[in-house]
């Protein structure tokens, strides 16, 4: 089974992420809307196929990170999310919720051995 197939999205604290996002943007270019960044790809072995990866900053204070302490959060791509938590939970990985479903796909969030809070995405 394969488990991670990507980076889904890079997301990160900032003390001010309306300053941050206009420096990006004029700095590195950015296009940021009101929810950060996509950057869109095709899928290596369907280049049909267009995947894409998110990058936000959010407010200093978010409460969305915890229970981790750090300032980063990143989002890994999977295949079929259902299937990896049955596993991960099997192997005593800390799941911190349950799957959730939307429109852009299934996500769950869980943590690394330090303490790193994970969102695994798989996309539809």
Not at 9 to 22: A, L
Not at 50 to 67: D, L, M, V
Not at 90 to 102: A, H, L
Request: proline residues 3%; contains cysteine; negative net charge.
């Amino acid at each position: 089974m394969k488990r991670v197939t990507g980076i889904g999205g890079v997301f990160f604290k900032s003390t001010d992420p309306k300053k941050t996002n206009e420096w990006y943007a004029k700095h590195l270019g950015i296009d940021i809307s009101p929810y950060g960044a996509n950057f869109e790809w095709r899928e290596k072995d369907d280049h049909e196929r267009i995947g894409s990866t998110a990058w936000n900053a959010f407010k200093q204070e978010t409460k969305y990170f915890e229970p981790s302490k750090k300032d980063f959060m990143i989002n890994y791509r999977v295949e079929d999310l259902e299937k990896l938590v049955e596993e991960l939970k099997k192997e005593g990985v800390t799941v911190c919720d349950n799957i959730e479903s939307y429109d852009y796909g299934k996500f769950v969030h869980i943590m690394d051995n330090d303490g790193n809070k994970i969102q695994l995405w798989e996309p539809k």
